[in-house]
């Protein structure tokens, strides 16, 4: 590996199954002990990719490398990936530590007890070695199939949605100790999730795909904060999109009233454009200052509560507001912005 190739480069992949695209131009790079997770809807495409990474689905146009390598057409065992997929395969037959011991077939037999020995120790589960797939929980397979695949000490661990089985807690707890594991390691990670939650809770960088598109490749924090695509604005962080019109000096006038952008705005005045707002960006007016909504639905969240507001123009908005201050569906409500930085989208980008 040179000293600026990236773990993983994936350049304009694209994937179809009978002629029908599932991946188109796809993108990204890892470095080495990344942790990057493809985020997106059901059937947009993340899983092929992934596929295709681990050298199990052949791409019909595109690169990927690894280690510096052109890997696109490589076998699957010469990638020197790990793999944990949703349905765990693990050998019915063989105990837990026959499981682990599977994958470490080219070591010398020496040193193949004691790299099971410590794959077994890093995941908790000296006391189930002999114990088979069958005697174990859920969560202690999902241990194993982590286990097996993090004994031949890959660089780089594939993971395609490893937790959907499991419920919430152990979700969250397997997820944090295997993101806190890999950086100890330094082990990179692509994980495929369609769960937001899990994707910024392990990963250092997230992929949001979209029919067979990878639309932005970011940290989490700017995915939110700097959508590059009114898709991404939507679905991460619920944002909803204002019809708002560009007036002089970089500012947009929009039914809650004028907002200042604090960057130059790509957009001439009296151009017509969106402005994303999230939830915690609208906040109760006081007095008569804001708009007044309808309340059309609220979902109780804990300490605050998703309302979904309609203005009288008919633009549907999401706000966060206190749960102890919840309102009910038919309430009239007054809001207005609360927005730290403005995000602007053409008016007629898909969402
Ligand atoms: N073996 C296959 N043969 C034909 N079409 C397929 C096959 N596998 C996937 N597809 C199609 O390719 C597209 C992408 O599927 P893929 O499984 O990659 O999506 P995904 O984002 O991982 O979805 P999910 O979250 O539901 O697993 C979908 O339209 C799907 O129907």
Redesign the pocket.
């Known amino acids: 590996m040179t000293a600026t190739a990236p773990l993983l480069d994936v350049a304009q992949l694209h994937c179809a199954?009978?002629g029908?695209a599932?991946v188109v131009d796809a993108s990204l790079q890892l470095q080495p002990g990344e942790l990057g997770c493809l985020l997106?809807p059901?059937?947009?495409?993340?899983?092929?990719l992934l596929r295709a990474v681990a050298g199990l689905h052949v791409p019909a146009a595109g690169r990927i490398r690894l280690r510096g390598r052109d890997a696109t057409t490589l076998a699957p065992e010469q990638r020197g990936l790990g793999f944990v997929f949703q349905d765990l395969a693990l050998f019915p037959h063989l105990s837990v530590a026959g499981n682990v011991l599977f994958g470490l077939h080219r070591l010398p037999r020496g040193e193949r007890r004691s790299r099971c020995d410590e794959a077994l120790a890093m995941l908790g589960l000296e006391a189930l070695a002999k114990r088979y797939p069958h005697e174990l929980s859920g969560g202690q397979q999902q241990r194993v199939a982590l286990a097996r695949s993090l004994a031949p000490r890959p660089d780089l661990l594939l993971l395609d949605e490893p937790f959907s089985s499991l419920d919430a807690d152990l979700r969250v707890r397997l997820r944090e100790e295997l993101r806190a594991l890999l950086k100890t390691l330094g082990i990179a990670a692509l994980l495929?999730t369609?769960d937001q939650e899990e994707a910024f809770g392990f990963a250092d960088t997230v992929g949001v795909?979209r029919a067979g598109r990878l639309l932005q490749w970011a940290p989490g924090f700017e995915l939110y904060h700097r959508p590059a695509d009114p898709f991404v604005a939507s679905f991460v962080g619920e944002g909803r999109l204002l019809p708002a019109t560009v007036l002089a000096g970089d500012r947009v006038r929009t039914a809650l009233g004028e907002l200042q952008s604090a960057l130059p705005l790509a957009f001439p005045p009296g151009t017509d454009v969106r402005v994303l707002l999230r939830p915690d960006d609208l906040v109760a007016g006081d007095g008569d200052s804001g708009i007044e909504a309808t309340v059309d639905a609220v979902a109780f969240r804990g300490a605050e509560s998703l309302h979904t507001l309609r203005l009288d123009d008919g633009t549907v908005l999401a706000a966060l507001f206190p749960s102890h201050r919840q309102k009910a569906p038919g309430e009239r409500v007054r809001v207005r912005t609360d927005l730290a930085h403005v995000v602007v989208f053409a008016s007629d980008a898909g969402t």
């Open positions: 199954y009978a029908h599932a997106g059901s059937g947009c495409g993340k899983t092929t495929v369609h795909m």
